[in-house]
């Protein structure tokens, strides 16, 4: 079955490390998107690819970084720069520009220690 | 830019009617999603509406006023398991961008 796949599902960070999160998607769609989650919150845009070897700024892309080798492939990675990382992450593709019905990976819960 | 709102909270009894509503500003658009969210879980997929009026899938219905840049939710007949959080999002130019979210709570 077609779908996206985050990994790892949750995940420890120390003080000063990057670490990255995986975002896998075999529904051949052009456009990704990662959003990071607060307890109790809404999802707030970090990085949006539109196509590959392309990607934006979303809104709070400070402390983050990511690459668009692959089609199928959008990596986040949370660096050292990010002062207050811990949160729920979402990697999410669509199928076309309407933006109709928006494909969620299972989410990658970080955790500074 | 982009940038919705939705209240916060919502509550209401089991087999009520709940609407929640969305406005919304966008550099251009293609169409207004709603979307649940149990603790813990990734958000689902609930409606869409690209063109102004009253879709209905089941006990949801989604409604949009493009001129007004308004739509809302109606949740029918409420079930225990529809307390959750529920999110409108806007595709614009490029961003997929998502309202803050409402937290429905259904009580017997």
């Known amino acids: 079955d077609g779908g996206i796949t985050q990994s790892p599902k949750y995940l420890f960070r120390k003080e000063g490390q990057n670490v990255t999160l995986s975002c896998e998607q075999n529904?051949?769609?052009?456009?990704m998107y990662w959003y990071r989650q607060d307890p109790g919150q809404g999802l707030r845009l970090i990085y949006y690819?539109?196509?590959?070897?392309?990607?934006q700024k979303g809104d709070i892309a400070e402390g983050y970084s990511v690459s668009r080798e692959k089609k199928e492939s959008f990596p986040l990675t949370v660096t050292s720069a990010q002062k207050n990382p811990t949160a729920f992450y979402l990697c999410?593709?669509?199928?076309?520009?309407?933006?109709?019905?928006?494909?969620f990976g299972e989410g990658s819960w970080l955790t500074v220690v | 830019g982009q940038s919705l709102e939705q209240p916060s909270e919502v509550t209401a009894v089991e087999g009520a009617i709940v609407q929640i509503n969305c406005t919304y500003q966008?550099?251009?658009?293609?169409?207004l999603s709603w979307y649940q969210q149990h603790d813990g879980g990734a958000p689902t997929f609930l409606s869409y509406?690209?063109?102004?009026g009253l879709e209905e899938t089941g006990r949801f219905s989604s409604f949009l006023s493009r001129s007004d840049s308004y739509g809302y939710l109606l949740l029918q007949e409420l079930q225990m398991k529809d307390s959750a959080s529920y999110f409108c999002?806007?595709?614009?130019?490029?961003?997929?961008?998502f309202g803050a979210g409402t937290q429905v709570v259904v009580t017997p």
């Open positions: 690819s539109q196509i590959v070897n392309d990607f």
């Open positions: 999410a593709s669509i199928a076309d520009l309407s933006g109709n019905t928006i494909y």
């Open positions: 999002a806007v595709k614009g130019w490029g961003k997929l961008q």
């Open positions: 966008t550099s251009g658009f293609y169409g």
């Open positions: 509406n690209a063109l102004d």
């Open positions: 529904l051949n769609h052009d456009a």
